[in-house]
């Protein structure tokens, strides 16, 4: 199973560095709170205007997925233990729409941005495209700093692999 999901990395990483040639994308997604971020595809990753310079966490998640629920409360933990220096992002693919993940939001208490796939459709599209993503939820891009993506996962991780991401993501390398 570990080299499967280390062949899935390589494979979701060559992938993303193999658009080199492609010009720059322009895409938005707006949040369930109603905040339109503006986001640049780029040769490694992308750049989400207002998260520059924080590790970012992309995670694909479903509103009826076990695993995704179950890794809800790391993720409200770390989002509260590193508010300066992480950004979650959840986007959520099995069907609701912005009113009903905002529900869900509120119900399970999320205090991390969370976006409902019709109000992302073109950045849903350009990870699936990148990445090879091929659907399986959790789903995890993680950036580094500089909107570099230094991993992916299809699987749910622990908080501790979830906090060492974290670290590690956090180092500028120049």
């Known amino acids: 199973m570990r080299k499967l999901l280390t062949t899935l990395l390589f494979v979701a990483l060559?992938?993303?560095?193999?658009?080199?040639?492609a010009p720059s994308v322009q895409m938005s997604m707006t949040d369930i709170t109603g905040k339109t971020y503006q986001v640049t595809?780029?040769?490694?990753?992308?750049?989400?205007?207002?998260?520059?310079?924080?590790?970012?966490?992309l995670e694909f998640f479903g509103h009826k997925c076990p695993p995704c629920l179950a890794s809800i409360p790391h993720l409200i933990h770390l989002q509260k233990?590193?508010?300066?220096?992480?950004?979650?992002?959840?986007?959520?693919?099995?069907?609701?729409?912005?009113?009903?993940?905002?529900n869900f939001a509120k119900e399970k208490g999320i205090n991390y941005t969370v976006v409902?796939?019709?109000?992302?459709?073109?950045?849903?599209?350009?990870?699936?495209?990148?990445?090879?993503?091929?659907?399986s939820i959790p789903f995890l891009v993680a950036l580094?700093?500089?909107?570099?993506?230094?991993?992916?996962?299809?699987?749910?991780?622990?908080?501790?692999?979830?906090?060492?991401?974290?670290?590690?993501?956090s180092i500028v390398k120049k």
């Not at 233990?81 to 009113?99: D, S, T």
């Not at 909107?147 to 993501?169: C, H, N, R, W």
């Open 41 to 57: 595809g780029t040769k490694e990753g992308f750049n989400i205007k207002g998260l520059e310079g924080k590790v970012v966490f």
């Open 144 to 169: 580094d700093t500089k909107g570099d993506v230094q991993f992916v996962q299809a699987g749910m991780l622990s908080e501790t692999q979830l906090e060492e991401l974290i670290t590690k993501l």
């Open 81 to 102: 233990k590193y508010p300066n220096k992480l950004a979650i992002v959840a986007i959520e693919v099995q069907g609701y729409n912005q009113a009903q993940a905002q």
């Open 116 to 135: 409902s796939q019709q109000d992302a459709p073109d950045f849903v599209n350009y990870v699936q495209r990148r990445a090879q993503w091929q659907g």
């Open 14 to 21: 060559t992938s993303f560095a193999q658009a080199e040639d």
